[in-house]
């Protein structure tokens, strides 16, 4: 299961968030994949409104009892379902011990099956390191048109978008660029584990769409030890962020999406 005792889960995505949301993008948090609210009951509280979209119901039952405690005085609302190219019922495959690798074999997925199995740690794929459940996709075009409409209504038009659906962000990617108003500026935060990913679909041609590769350099302090230095990466991060302009998704690692309509 995806959990965190102490410190904070991933460092250098909280501070990018949080620095963001410092600069302006904080009328809304959409969190794609909230799993059971890591990264949205941490950074939550910085923003006017959080909406969280998590399709694994036992994941879901996790998530309503961290944003009660967590998100406490905070306008926000939780989806129980995925989004993808239509309106359909998969199976969800969950590694048996980390629910935060979740993922759905379908045609739309651009990661194989052997880079998701490596990704969570086995030699190749067997269906017998999984949970099997029955999961809701709605299509994104529809509810993310609806989310966006329902934000500019509230004059909410400057935000954060956070992907986590292992090899399904393309299409929804592609969903925000097609149904993002023309009044808003966007950050989307992704993550790839394959070698390459096409983003022509993303009409790179677009002027106000720029992507960057999000590098995390660990800040080190060369007289203390080696474990005091553990103990300030694991409890305050201690990380420098470089945003490179990249015009393709190549490398594993986080990437930032900056849209401004």
Not at 33 to 51: P, V, Y
Not at 73 to 101: M, V
Not at 137 to 142: F, G, L, S, W
Request: hydrophobic share 40%; aromatic share 12%; proline share 3%.
């Amino acid at each position: 299961m995806t959990s965190v005792a102490n410190g904070v889960y991933e460092p250098h995505i909280k501070f990018l968030i949080d620095y963001l949301a410092a600069k302006g993008y904080s009328d809304f948090l959409i969190d794609i994949g909230a799993n059971i609210g890591l990264t949205s009951c941490q950074s939550g509280k910085s923003f006017r409104e959080i909406h969280m979209f998590e399709p694994n119901p036992d994941c879901v039952s996790i998530l309503k009892v961290n944003s009660k405690i967590a998100l406490s005085g905070s306008k926000y609302y939780i989806n129980e379902y995925g989004l993808g190219n239509t309106n359909e019922f998969l199976k969800l495959h969950i590694p048996r011990h980390n629910w935060g690798g979740a993922f759905i074999k379908h045609s739309s997925n651009s990661y194989s099956d052997d880079l998701l199995a490596k990704k969570d740690g086995y030699s190749s794929f067997d269906i017998k390191n999984y949970d099997l459940l029955d999961i809701e996709i709605r299509a994104a075009d529809d509810i993310l048109k609806k989310l966006f409409s329902g934000l500019s209504s509230r004059q909410l038009s400057c935000g954060i978008v956070k992907i986590d659906v292992e090899g399904f962000e393309l299409p929804i990617l592609k969903s925000i660029v097609d149904t993002l108003p023309s009044n808003f500026k966007l950050i989307v935060i992704f993550e790839n584990w394959g070698h390459s990913i096409n983003v022509e679909c993303l009409n790179r041609a677009n002027p106000n769409i720029c992507l960057k590769y999000l590098e995390k350099k660990k800040v080190l302090y060369p007289l203390l030890p080696k474990w005091l230095n553990s103990l300030f990466l694991f409890f305050i991060g201690g990380y420098d962020i470089i945003l490179s302009t990249t015009d393709e998704v190549s490398n594993i690692g986080d990437y930032i999406l900056e849209i401004n309509n």
